[in-house]
């Protein structure tokens, strides 16, 4: 996006702003007037009477729908955390989940038919023009296959792409500047976090992408009793179409609906904590975009209710060493260990190597245990979450972009686990799904699971084993002198009989550095440092060697 684009861009942002008179809202702060006076004589503040007389809540959620599908996700988002809003703007931005304002029916039907290559009336038994829904980046649309099987239409708005670059070039642009000009820029990386969401929601642009996201969410809960998740019916799916099985239960937040449901509602909200963390430790593999009008209950089993899941543009998935770490670090927090929690962010490199770790674990102390053994009723999240910035300012914490988008789904969860039962021990809950997840990781049990996955591979690998050792051996003959040198005493010393007890050993320290010399090797060809078991042998080697010389002088 050019500077003039981008230029452009701002200024019809502000126009929004002053049309719906929220510089009372966002400007208040002393230092703010020259920007409130500019508000105040805006053209559009002053032809937006009627506008301004709409409760503060409207106006800041027709703001938000007028300036784009990016802004209308920061509204989803908020609308989750009512401990961090007053309740007549969480209300509102609630709307914005599945009631952001359709386009047209007609220009629905095109998009579909242009899709499939066919009417809708000969790909489809029935098709209903009026949206049961509409969100920022599509549409959807009730219908019927040929065979009578209820299904959705889901159709992308049209020009979502461009209308979203757009707004994506303005953070970028605005990301670059903070980076460069604030002074906590370069730890909160906000280019590299602009960045993860780029990729994030133009991936939601992509629906044969979204429903093969379904199709694996579906095949992981293919027999859960806590998670359904519709099919996807492939097809009838294009890159702007989705179709899947219509589903029907009551919206996550219709608390009134599963009250007078009797639904257990305190088996409710520990069932979305254990779905959720299934999702990521077990699968590796998460529902990303887990707001309420995303989410349903089956209430046909009062005792125990069920989660229905839909729209899956946005799913998540973290890399082995970074699930290990967030799971460990979570373990030590419910068990109160600061200290393990203040090593392993220095272990993952998420805070600066010279850190002073006592110091940086009692900061952690002082934040978190306050929290500990209440409900989340209780709990001002928003407290929490100011102090732990504070805290991360001071110890120069960077933000992991990687980790954003699990954040960000996290506290959809802790939402909704306020508004389903408040009096919900959010870490009683957790803590033992994350310990067996770990449990299952280390030990006999993941030993014995990583050697079956393995064992098909060794087929392809043995018979290039020996060219591998012959390359490591070629490379360390520059650096593996000594190491060569004491092989050639040992099997000397092995040759003039030394004794079977000697052989023995001389035969074990030839072992032991031999496998020293391959580790080194091998770390070189994959350009990591020398493992310490690499040491531990060869030392091992060398004292067993010094000893048998000594003998035999």
Same mark, same amino acid.
């Given at each position: 996006m050019s500077i003039v684009g981008e230029t452009i861009r701002f200024a019809s942002i502000q126009r929004v702003l002053a049309r719906y008179a929220l510089d009372d809202v966002l400007f208040r702060a002393p230092a703010a007037w020259p920007l409130r006076l500019v508000f105040k004589f805006a053209p559009d503040r002053i032809l937006s009477r009627e506008t301004r007389a709409l409760p503060r809540a409207v106006r800041v959620h027709r703001a938000l729908e007028d300036l784009g599908p990016i802004f209308v996700k920061l509204g989803q988002t908020l609308s989750t955390r009512r401990d961090l809003l007053p309740d007549d703007i969480a209300d509102e931005l609630a709307k914005l989940q599945d009631q952001v304002t359709p386009f047209d029916s007609a220009q629905a039907r095109t998009l579909i038919e242009d899709a499939l290559g066919q009417t809708v009336d000969e790909a489809f038994g029935s098709f209903e023009s009026e949206p049961l829904a509409s969100a920022s980046i599509a549409q959807v649309h009730a219908a019927t296959l040929k065979d009578g099987r209820e299904v959705v239409v889901k159709v992308l708005r049209p020009d979502m792409e461009k209308i979203i670059r757009r707004d994506i070039g303005l953070m970028y642009h605005v990301a670059r500047l903070a980076e460069k000009y604030w002074p906590d820029g370069r730890r909160l990386r906000p280019v590299e976090v602009v960045a993860e969401f780029e990729k994030t929601i133009f991936d939601e642009l992509d629906l044969v992408r979204e429903g093969a996201n379904a199709a694996q969410l579906r095949r992981n809960f293919v027999d859960s009793e806590n998670l359904y998740v519709p099919e996807i019916f492939w097809d009838y799916t294009r890159q702007n179409v989705l179709v899947m099985e219509r589903i029907y239960g009551v919206q996550v937040s219709d608390?009134?609906? #599963?009250?007078?449901?009797?639904?257990?509602? #305190?088996?409710?909200?520990?069932?979305?904590?254990?779905?959720?963390?299934?999702?990521?430790?077990?699968?590796?593999?998460?529902?990303?975009?887990?707001?309420?009008?995303? *989410?349903?209950?089956?209430?046909?089993?009062?005792?125990?209710?069920?989660?229905? &899941?839909?729209?899956?543009?946005?799913?998540?998935?973290?890399?082995?060493?970074?699930?290990?770490? #967030? &799971?460990?670090?979570?373990?030590?927090?419910?068990?109160?260990?600061?200290?393990?929690? &203040?090593?392993?962010?220095?272990?993952?490199?998420?805070?600066?190597?010279?850190?002073?770790?006592?110091?940086?674990?009692?900061? *952690?102390?002082t934040v978190c245990e306050p929290i500990f053994e209440k409900p989340l009723a209780e709990i001002s999240f928003g407290l929490v979450l100011i102090r732990l910035f504070q805290t991360a300012r001071r110890f120069n914490m960077q933000v992991q972009p990687q980790l954003v988008l699990l954040e960000k789904t996290m506290l959809h969860i802790e939402g909704l686990g306020r508004v389903l039962y408040p009096e919900l021990d959010l870490w009683k809950t957790a803590k033992p799904q994350i310990e067996r997840w770990l449990s299952e990781q280390v030990g006999h049990r993941a030993l014995g699971k990583r050697l079956r996955d393995e064992a098909p591979g060794w087929g392809e690998v043995l018979p290039e084993?020996?060219?591998?050792?012959?390359?490591?051996?070629?490379?360390?003959?520059?650096?593996?002198?000594?190491?060569?040198?004491?092989?050639?005493?040992l099997v000397e010393n092995t040759r003039q009989g030394k004794g079977q007890r000697s052989s023995l050993l001389a035969m074990g320290a030839g072992v032991a550095v031999l496998s020293a010399t391959l580790l080194a090797g091998f770390a070189q060809l994959a350009g990591e440092a020398t493992p310490s078991i690499s040491l531990m042998l060869g030392g091992a080697g060398v004292f067993v060697w010094l000893v048998l010389v000594l003998r035999a002088g």
């Open positions: 608390m009134a609906t #599963l009250k007078s449901a009797n639904v257990n509602m #305190l088996a409710l909200a520990e069932r979305g904590v254990e779905v959720f963390f299934t999702q990521v430790f077990r699968d590796n593999f998460f529902h990303a975009d887990m707001h309420p009008g995303n *989410i349903f209950i089956d209430v046909s089993n009062p005792d125990k209710p069920k989660y229905i &899941a839909v729209d899956f543009g946005i799913v998540g998935s973290l890399t082995e060493r970074d699930r290990r770490y #967030l &799971a460990e670090n979570l373990v030590a927090f419910f068990h109160r260990d600061y200290a393990r929690v &203040a090593r392993l962010h220095v272990e993952t490199g998420w805070v600066p190597a010279d850190t002073r770790v006592e110091d940086f674990e009692a900061a *952690i102390r084993l020996p060219r591998l050792v012959h390359t490591v051996l070629k490379q360390q003959q520059d650096v593996g002198g000594v190491q060569r040198a004491q092989l050639q005493q």
